[in-house]
Nanobody
Framework: QVQLAGGGLVQAGGSLRLSCSAPESIFSIYSMAWYRQAPGKQRELVARITSSGSPNYADSVKGRFTISRDDAKNTVYLQMNSLKPEDTAVYYC????????WGQGTQVTVSS
């Protein structure tokens, strides 16, 4: 139900951009969000954006990550700058509340 792109391996201090396309029936109505799950940890909310475009961030990524949405493309983005090794995780996209299948996510690995 979601199509993810981006992710990969980057050195600390580097940048990556994730993108997620979702069904219009969900995208046009609900907030969209990025989540991540690091090994041995629970999945956490990283950033969210309302249908009107208001963003909100977890304290751990505030000032480094930027969430945005393109309503014409039913796509939400996560620009990740100044990446740290602790940002290493599998990143997922979903609506908020979560209505979409989680899928496999996309791996982001930040080397020190």
């Amino acid at each position: 139900q979601v199509q993810l792109a981006g992710g990969g391996l980057v050195q600390a201090g580097g940048s990556l951009r994730l993108s997620c396309s979702a069904p219009e029936s969900i995208f046009s109505i609900y907030s969209m969000a990025w989540y991540r799950q690091a090994p041995g940890k629970q999945r956490e909310l990283v950033a969210r954006i309302t249908s009107s475009g208001s963003p909100n961030y977890a304290d751990s990524v505030k000032g480094r990550f930027t969430i945005s949405r393109d309503d014409a493309k039913n796509t939400v983005y996560l620009q990740m700058n100044s990446l740290k090794p602790e940002d290493t995780a599998v990143y997922y996209c979903n609506s908020l509340p979560t209505f979409l299948n989680w899928g496999q996510g996309t791996q982001v690995t930040v080397s020190s």
